[in-house]
């Protein structure tokens, strides 16, 4: 069963500085994507970020980009120029590229509550 | 365009009581889903359906039951609450399956059983 582990429960950040979360997985299969969502505390899921396994290039989106390492099975979110609106929490998330009934498309790691501190 | 929206957005519901959560998506959208999110536990899918007319168990699917009469709404029910499923539930929707499709969720409903 695949599984998504996120070792750091808490972590805090200065405004304009850059921070890391870190994010590793385990699976058999060759093919796969992975994602970073963003939950404010509104609650709504925002997608932040994804990327394919098939894709050597690391994904970027303004402000936050991933570094993927495959072999190392290791995807990490860093967030450049951290704003107060980027306090939330992070979870991490592998999608099956094949799952049915009694299983789940997305696998989610237990989350990482960011902090940004002004 | 609303996306997806969940009502009621709480609840509080005595240990055998029953009580249904609406989830409505305006972007035409096939699959949609029932998930949970338990203190310091990402989200686990409860049931989903692929279409009109379908369901089927996600990864905690025992004490819920679902229905998708109409295409745009997906609702999740509770015949006898029990204190365990306290907890938020998502709601999500997406175009079809695979992971380049998004999945658009809901705002969250927080429900309390006593």
């Known amino acids: 069963a695949q599984t998504v582990t996120q070792s750091q429960p808490e972590m805090s950040v200065q405004e304009a500085e850059t921070v890391t979360l870190s994010c590793t997985y385990d699976?058999?299969?060759?093919?796969?994507?992975l994602f970073w969502y963003k939950q404010p505390p509104s609650r709504q899921m925002i997608l932040v970020i994804r990327?394919?396994?098939?894709k050597q290039q690391n994904a970027t989106e303004n402000r936050f980009s991933v570094n993927f390492q495959k072999a190392a099975k290791s995807f990490s979110l860093k967030i450049s120029d951290s704003q107060l609106g980027d306090t939330a929490m992070y979870f991490c998330a592998f999608m099956k590229p094949r799952w049915g009934s009694g299983n789940t498309p997305l696998v989610f790691g237990k989350g990482t509550r960011l902090s940004v501190i002004a | 365009n609303a996306g997806v929206t969940q009502t009621p957005k709480f609840r509080v519901l005595k240990t055998g009581q029953s009580m249904t959560l609406l989830c409505a998506q305006d972007?035409?959208?096939?699959?949609m889903y029932w998930y949970r999110q338990d203190p310091g536990m990402g989200l686990r899918l409860i049931h989903y359906?692929?279409?009109?007319?379908?369901?089927a168990k996600g990864e905690v699917p025992d004490g819920y039951n679902v229905s998708r009469l109409k295409k745009q709404n997906f609702l999740l029910g509770l015949e006898s609450a029990a204190p365990s499923q306290t907890s938020v539930y998502f709601c999500?929707?997406?175009?079809?399956?695979?992971?380049?499709?998004?999945?658009?969720f809901g705002p969250g409903t927080r429900l309390t059983v006593l």
């Open positions: 990327q394919e396994a098939y």
């Open positions: 699976t058999s299969e060759n093919n796969y994507y």
């Open positions: 972007m035409n959208h096939e699959y």
């Open positions: 999500a929707s997406s175009l079809r399956a695979g992971a380049d499709n998004e999945q658009f």
């Open positions: 359906s692929v279409g009109e007319g379908t369901t």
